[in-house]
């Protein structure tokens, strides 16, 4: 059962993106709360979607709120 063992992480994966494409602007902390992980946990997850291309940072310095 070795396909099982990526399924829960491929579950948040997916709620991310969804969550992100919904409202792009939500913080790290929010997508936690959504998604029912840890900050930590969000923080890995949007690093290895961010190196696949799947998630792209916009300007941060631009950002009015630089929490998020």
Do not use: C
Request: negative net charge; aromatic residues 4%.
């Amino acid at each position: 059962m070795a396909g099982q063992e990526n399924k829960p992480q491929d579950d948040v994966r997916f709620r991310i993106l969804q969550l992100l494409e919904q409202n792009p602007e939500m913080s790290q902390r929010d997508l936690a709360q959504a998604v029912g992980v840890g900050v930590g946990g969000i923080h890995y997850v949007l690093n290895a979607l961010i190196d696949e291309g799947l998630v792209k940072l916009g300007n941060f310095t631009a950002a009015e709120d630089k929490r998020r």
